[in-house]
């Protein structure tokens, strides 16, 4: 159980064995937290730099924790008060923070392949905590994190991601990860969002709620990014909220234990009725809590050695 | 690489009879079960800990609380670990506060282990005091670390490997000094 590797792009090139170690580090870290002191000294010295070029609350502040828990020093950026407005380009922005001397660097761009750019030019190793619509994989993580730890082992178990798939790069994260773990993948929304070519990323299209919920044993419902109404992509938040809105009356169609999850932050009464938000059948705080686990296992994994010592014996 | 076994150096009955000892001792400088908490080391450790929990509830017909700590989050050698460790479960049964805590572990060699094991117990509560016992004590020191009971000392060179053998996890009760050949 090792992670070869400097960095965490995506999901897509992660092995079965890699993600399960990193569920089970994730797990290890999940237990710290109900210590009398909720953080261990195993990054102490290490440095790690929180580069987001695009807002964010909850990735920024569940990074943030799992460094401070792993006892790294960090520094934070944002984009709003840097040189970037001065022009500044990704790559000599990125090379001036490494020529500080930073292990790490956790960036959040809104262009694809941001994150796998900066890998191939710096040598500090770089984790993607979102670049556009390509990946998002500790989401992806802590969503089957928080799968499995209700479902047990997630082979040929049903998974339905409802909502805007095609920009989404939490989707495309939850697919390449789930469907590495065995797991049988639907996603749902209107074919603007959902065009078939999804199909290739290896999930079942569905159009129609009812049926895609029918036999789920877990419904991931993405946040419906309201901006996009202008882009025609839906008509009205009432017209998506009656056709794809999940609701008590679509959870009465699903098998009685199926549960709900949202990787928020949520427009309640939209993507998911307010019911359902606080109801029994979600799980929407727990994948919090894990998120932070989650991203405290990769940190710890990535920083885990020199890729040239790996394969020695341990001590 | 290939371990190969040199000398058998204790075997079941003799591991038995040396924590049995060690838990007269623990009795004898404690005057009692008073405040004792045995924490093992994972993994090995935790069994050690067991036998002389049970030991000293045949000699006092009480038993002791026992539990578990893992010290891979507080290891001082990150960037050299390697191959990611596996991580076992820590599970403190009780709040160590004020209380003696016995640590427990296989083989005490460099002292690395113990100073981990001695944070991990700090983070949990603030104990009277900790003491350690070990099966083998084997040298080498790199840290000012001594244990308070000791199965048995055996002098050994760095080349040389101790290998202590539990039912639980190897089938077989048993300490081995050996080498690793190319």
């Known amino acids: 159980m090792t992670l070869r590797r400097k960095d965490l792009i995506g999901l897509e090139d992660l092995s079965r064995r890699e993600i399960l170690s990193i569920l089970d580090t994730a797990e290890a870290f999940r237990s710290v937290f109900d210590r009398p002191v909720r953080s261990v000294p195993i990054m102490r010295g290490k440095t790690v730099v929180n580069l987001f070029f695009e807002p964010s ?43 500080m001397k930073v292990d790490m660097i956790v960036m959040r761009h809104s262009s694809p392949g941001a994150a796998a750019y900066l890998a191939n030019v710096l040598d500090a190793s770089v984790i993607n905590a979102g670049d556009g619509a390509h990946e998002h994989p500790t989401q992806g993580l802590l969503d089957i994190m928080t799968m499995r730890q209700r479902l047990g082992n997630l082979e040929g178990k049903k998974v339905t991601i409802i909502g805007d798939i095609s920009h989404s790069r939490v989707a495309r994260s939850n697919i390449y990860g789930l469907t590495t773990l065995g797991a049988e993948v639907t996603v749902c929304g209107p074919p603007t969002m959902v065009p078939g070519a999804m199909a290739k990323l290896g999930a079942r299209v569905e159009h129609d709620l009812k049926s895609a919920v029918a036999d789920a044993d877990v419904l991931n419902i993405l946040r419906i990014q309201l901006e996009r109404q202008s882009q025609m992509v839906f008509p009205s938040n009432r017209e998506y909220s009656l056709l794809f809105g999940v609701t008590e009356d679509v959870l009465r169609q699903t098998k009685p234990d199926c549960f709900v999850m949202h990787p928020g932050p949520m427009n309640r009464d939209v993507e998911i009725s307010s019911e359902v938000a606080d109801g029994p059948r979600q799980v929407i705080l727990d994948q919090v809590t894990n998120g932070v686990a989650a991203r405290m296992a990769v940190i710890y994994l990535l920083s885990g050695g020199d890729p040239g010592q790996l394969g020695a014996p341990a001590a | 690489m290939t371990f190969v076994e040199k000398t058998n150096i204790m075997n079941g009955k003799e591991v038995r009879r040396a924590m049995t000892r060690i838990a007269h001792e623990i009795l004898e400088a404690n005057k009692g079960t008073d405040d004792l908490v045995l924490l093992g080391i994972q993994r090995r450790g935790v069994p050690l800990a067991g036998m002389i929990v049970e030991a000293i509830e045949r000699v006092e017909g009480e038993k002791v609380p026992q539990g578990a700590i ?40 460099t002292g690395r282990t113990v100073r981990a094991a001695i944070d991990v117990i700090m983070d949990w509560g603030r104990p009277r005091a900790i003491r350690l016992a070990v099966l083998v004590d084997r040298g080498h020191r790199e840290l000012p670390i001594r244990p308070d009971f000791v199965g048995k000392n055996v002098p050994t060179s760095q080349r040389e490997i101790i290998k202590v053998r539990v039912t639980e996890f190897d089938g077989a009760e048993e300490v081995v000094v050996g080498e690793v050949h190319e």
């Open chain 1, 57 to 99: 609350t909850r990735t920024r502040i569940s990074f943030e924790l799992a460094e401070k828990r792993l006892s790294a020093d960090i520094v934070n950026f944002s984009a709003s008060s840097s040189s970037l407005k001065k022009g500044e380009t990704l790559r000599d922005t990125a090379q001036n923070i490494e020529a």
């Open chain 2, 70 to 109: 893992d010290i891979t989050f507080y290891r001082d050698d990150l960037s050299t670990i390697g191959p990611a460790p596996r991580i076992n479960e820590t599970n403190v049964p009780i709040d160590v506060a004020d209380k003696i805590v016995i640590l427990v572990d296989d083989v005490l060699y």
